[in-house]
Nanobody, 115 residues
Framework: QVQLVESGGGLVQAGGSLRLSCAAS????????MGWYRQAPGKQRELVAA???????NYADSVKGRFTISRDNNKNTVYLQMNSLKPEDTAIYYC?????????WGQGTQVTVSS
């Protein structure tokens, strides 16, 4: 089993920044990849950013140049640095781990960007 605990969400004005954290209950290097997804009201959950065990990253077009995914292997934690936030970034953000035994999700953290 894997537990993922997100933190760092909150309310921020447009143009501001937030950093989300996702702490895993086991070594993050044991995962094929970890990612951040988000779900806005009435919309499907979508991939925001992901990082593979080898360190490769990919981003949704809507966040390229503004968001950065990174990790601290010693802390078993993945981060999402979000800059230049826009109202359309408002959503619940979920951490995901792609493990050999399945996909695991955190409980989500709310990010609200006011205009």
């Amino acid at each position: 089993q894997v537990q993922l605990v997100e933190s760092g969400g909150g309310l921020v004005q447009a143009g501001g920044s937030l950093r989300l954290s996702c702490a895993a209950s086991r070594s993050i290097l044991s995962f094929n990849a970890m990612g951040w997804y988000r779900q806005a009201p009435g919309k499907q959950r979508e991939l925001v950013a992901a990082i593979t065990s080898g360190g490769s990253t990919n981003y949704a077009d809507s966040v390229k140049g503004r968001f950065t995914i990174s990790r601290d292997n010693n802390k078993n934690t993945v981060y999402l640095q979000m800059n230049s936030l826009k109202p359309e970034d408002t959503a619940i953000y979920y951490c995901n781990a792609d493990w050999v035994r399945g996909w695991y999700w955190g409980q989500g953290t709310q990010v609200t960007v006011s205009s």
